[in-house]
């Protein structure tokens, strides 16, 4: 079709290909938001990380944290707004499943509101404490 172009989504595991820039529209609706070199520093420390593509554009991403043994941690996932409810965000959950699948647990935090999103990947609702120290962001 003319002047029409379909971006397909890409998937990628590494960030060889990132930038800081690439990362700075992200953390939406943080009171204070890390630097764009804490969040590719964030990436770059994490054990897996899942990159979304539309064309050049970063659009999303998620991490994990893990023990290398029993125990991982997704602390983060991300979808730009203007690419949101196309199934990436949940392309993404998957993909890092897929990868997390020789742990024993895999845990995340998160907004009441997403309980039944998760719930729908295979997640468990369960109590979570936690502490947020503000001026280390
Ligand atoms: C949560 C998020 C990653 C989902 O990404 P996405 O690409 O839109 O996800 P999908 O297209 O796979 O699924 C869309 C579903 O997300 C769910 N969803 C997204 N945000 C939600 C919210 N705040 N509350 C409840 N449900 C939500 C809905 O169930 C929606 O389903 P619908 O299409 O039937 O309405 C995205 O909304 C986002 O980046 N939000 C801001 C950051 C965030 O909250 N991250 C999660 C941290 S635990």
């Not at 992200?26 to 539309?54: C, H, M, Q």
Request: aromatic fraction near 12%; include cysteine; charged fraction near 30%.
């Amino acid at each position: 079709m003319e002047g029409y172009t379909c971006k397909m989504t890409e998937y990628k595991n590494e960030i060889t290909e990132l930038t800081e820039e690439d990362l700075a529209e992200f953390f939406e609706g943080w009171k204070k938001k890390p630097s764009t070199a804490k969040r590719f520093n964030l990436l770059k420390n994490s054990d897996f990380v899942i990159v979304a593509y539309e064309g050049n554009r970063v659009v999303g991403f998620i991490n994990a944290v893990t023990d290398k043994t029993l125990s991982a941690y997704i602390p983060l996932l991300e979808v730009l707004p203007e690419y949101r409810k196309k199934g990436i965000g949940n392309e993404l959950v998957k993909r890092m499943l897929e990868q997390l699948k020789d742990y024993y647990m895999i845990d995340l935090c998160c907004d009441t509101s997403l309980a039944p999103y998760y719930k729908k990947l295979g997640f468990t609702e369960v109590t979570g404490m936690i502490i947020r120290n503000y001026d280390n962001i």
